[in-house]
């Protein structure tokens, strides 16, 4: 028995002396437009994402790019937002939507990556120069459990409210729960009381 103990410390220290420890940073902030870049995406005409809901987001004065080649759930998102948008017009100046095609990542406290499918940003129209930087994730039914670590984080940062102040303005990092199609109307609660 003490033999079985003295192997499993060892292999317990073992471990413990292998093990990567993260610590979580700032938010690093950069221009906008170098972060985001204009790029060539390729999808098969067969795919769901080929349909780039053109009519909806091309003129759209808050979305950014002129296609929206996302997935199914993605594109329930759009609809909604586009929905939303008068009622966030009336509380913001600038409102704009951005599509993350994997050029940002943001890292939680043990290292896991996760590219939030959307960056809405949104400038407060009245009183401090503050800007909402929000993070957003649609996510499919069949993939809210596997991802239920990326819905945590998302409803860590929310919590969190990050501040970033510089000469001129406030920028507030946060976050809004999964999207999913399914639970549509508790997202948009939230959505409208940003």
């Known amino acids: 028995m003490q033999a079985i103990n003295r192997l499993l410390q ?3 220290t073992t471990l413990k002396s292998n093990l990567i420890e993260y610590e979580g940073s700032d938010y690093i902030f950069d221009y906008i437009h170098n972060v985001f870049k204009d790029k060539e995406i ?12 053109e009519a909806l987001v091309n003129s759209a004065p808050w979305y950014v790019y002129n296609a929206n080649y996302g997935t199914s759930e993605e594109k329930k998102f759009i609809d909604l937002f586009s929905r939303c948008y008068n009622a ?18 943001i890292y939680d406290n043990i290292g896991r990556a996760f590219e939030p499918d959307f960056l809405l940003f949104c400038k407060q129209r009245e009183g401090e120069r503050m800007t909402l930087q929000i993070f957003i994730e649609s996510k499919g039914q069949h993939l809210l459990e596997h991802d239920k670590w990326k819905a945590d984080f998302l409803n860590e940062i929310r919590k969190k409210h990050y501040i970033i102040k510089t000469n001129t303005e406030t920028y507030v990092i946060t976050a809004l729960p999964f999207y999913n199609y399914n639970n549509e109307h508790e997202f948009k609660r939230l959505f409208e009381v940003l």
Not at 42 to 53: H, P, T, V, Y
Not at 88 to 105: F, G, V, W
């Open 10 to 12: 060892k292999i317990e």
């Open 42 to 53: 390729k999808i098969s005409l067969n795919d769901e994402r080929a349909n780039g809901q």
């Open 88 to 105: 966030l017009s009336n509380k913001y100046d600038a409102i704009y939507l951005i599509r993350n095609e994997r050029e940002i990542k």
